[in-house]
């Protein structure tokens, strides 16, 4: 039985390590603040105290933290368990830059890197349909198999080499465009509200229409009844603005959307909504 050691059990980490647990793999969590942990003992879960004793003897690891520093802390701590040979499944969204970092930290402790970030936020995640963007060697696939197939629909193998960050390039490109959708959307309600509107008559134009998608009635939902439970946070996103921003000023791409959601993101931040799901982008077009 494949045992999986989750480091990091917020939005995503939770649900990924239950799913893990249904599927019927042994799972060991450790998450700075402990007390969010606790509940997936429940599940089957054991909850470590440290990263060191979470990974100690996993076949798997998974990192589902905020960034890169993070991850790099969280893995760097966990050295007295590590061993050379395991996998280590690297989920998190940390940037082009960071993905090479982290990839060199797996080859300092002997560790076999899968950069192997998600689409999807925190209902995929416990629904269990993420898609996974991998990149990694031939010879951790089968490893990784029980784990990707209870957390994910489908994985994209996009390479062999982890530490090249293709997961995490696709990944910067498919970000991009859910962050500027929502900033798109919550801009129009805005502007019909400012306008004098019922901000729902956008809604019913769009709706049936070519404009219409799953993601316009999800941030449109949010924003129309003021529901601002986090699939994925404002911080999160304002965060991944700026990775997104980095990954096109190294490849000489100008994209002029994301900074422009990234000044929205951290006005909502600074109007106090950094913790709520990133519709409340819309608070950021009023003073
Ligand atoms: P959340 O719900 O904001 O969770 C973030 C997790 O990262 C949570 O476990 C945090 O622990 C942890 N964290 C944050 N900073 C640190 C540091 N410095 N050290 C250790 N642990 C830390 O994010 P999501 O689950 O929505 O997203 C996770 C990733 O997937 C992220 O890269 C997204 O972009 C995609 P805490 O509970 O605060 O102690």
Known sequence: MTSVAVLGTGLMGAPMARNLLTAG??????????DKALPLEADGAVVASSPAEAVEGADVIVTMLSDGDAVHDAVSAAAPGLRAGQVWAQMSTVGVEAAGRLAALAGAHGLTFVDAPVQGTRQPAEQGKLVILAAGPQAARQALEPVFGALGQRTLWLGEDGADGAGTK????????????????????????GLGLDPDLVRQVVSGGPMDSAYFQLKSKAVLEGD???????????????????????????????AA???????????????????????ASFD
Do not use: C
């Open 170 to 193: 696709l990944k910067m490109a498919t970000v991009s465009l859910g962050i500027s959708m929502t900033a798109v959307v919550a801009e129009a309600l805005a502007l019909a509200r």
């Open 261 to 283: 959601a990234g000044e929205r993101f951290r006005r909502a931040e600074a109007q106090g909504h950094g913790d709520e799901d990133m519709a409340a982008t819309y608070f």
């Open 25 to 34: 793999l042994r799972v060991r969590v450790w998450n700075r603040t402990r």
């Open 228 to 258: 601002f439970t986090p699939s994925f946070t404002v911080r999160n996103a304002e965060k991944d603005t700026r990775l997104i921003t980095q990954a096109g000023e190294s490849a000489g791409v100008r994209l002029d959307l994301v």
